[in-house]
């Protein structure tokens, strides 16, 4: 099977999108696609990869969220293989509202099991579609940041524009 490779630039540098027929197999703030496969679950790895200069709706998406509108990125398909926790779990982050992190523990309860809040961090740090799954948007009970596989740089700016995003949808 081959898929799509398509390097972005954004203000948080080079983001690496790997799609097939329109859905988005693995992301992130790399320019370098070997960093992105080993989050592809082996029955999903494509064969060979075709470079690309667009994605439709997956790089709009992208250039939407880096002009203040985080939405799109929501309706982006996503194909990842997991446990039943650990898919729903990622399911469950794609309706946290940019602008409005929750917190590990929040997260947990969120999914379903206030218990399982080591197997929500695990979710959030397996997750290879980043942005388009954001988990970005979790931080630690204490307001911190936490983990995130792309750097804290990027993870606080991901939030801060957000955060602004949500300021500027409030403004009547």
Request: glycine share 10%.
């Amino acid at each position: 099977m081959k898929a799509q490779l398509l390097t972005m630039s954004t203000p948080d540098g080079p983001f690496t999108i790997i799609a097939r027929d329109g859905v988005v197999l693995s992301s992130g703030w790399t320019a370098h696609p070997g960093e992105l496969t080993g989050q592809i679950h082996p029955d999903l790895l494509p064969a060979e990869f075709e470079s690309v200069a667009g994605l439709g709706a997956i790089s709009e998406a992208v250039e939407a969220f880096y002009s203040g509108n985080p939405e799109p990125a929501m309706g982006v398909p996503v194909l990842q293989k997991s446990g039943v926790f650990r898919s729903h779990a990622w399911d469950v982050l794609r309706t946290v509202a940019p602008g409005r992190p929750v917190t590990y523990t929040e997260y947990a309860q969120l999914s379903g099991n206030a218990k399982a809040v080591r197997a929500a961090a695990s979710a959030c740090a397996l997750n290879a579609a980043a942005l388009f799954v954001p988990c970005h948007r979790v931080i630690r009970t204490d307001g911190t940041l936490g983990g995130f596989r792309w750097g804290l740089a990027v993870k606080g700016s991901l939030l801060e524009r957000e955060r602004e995003a949500a300021l500027t949808a409030a403004r009547p």
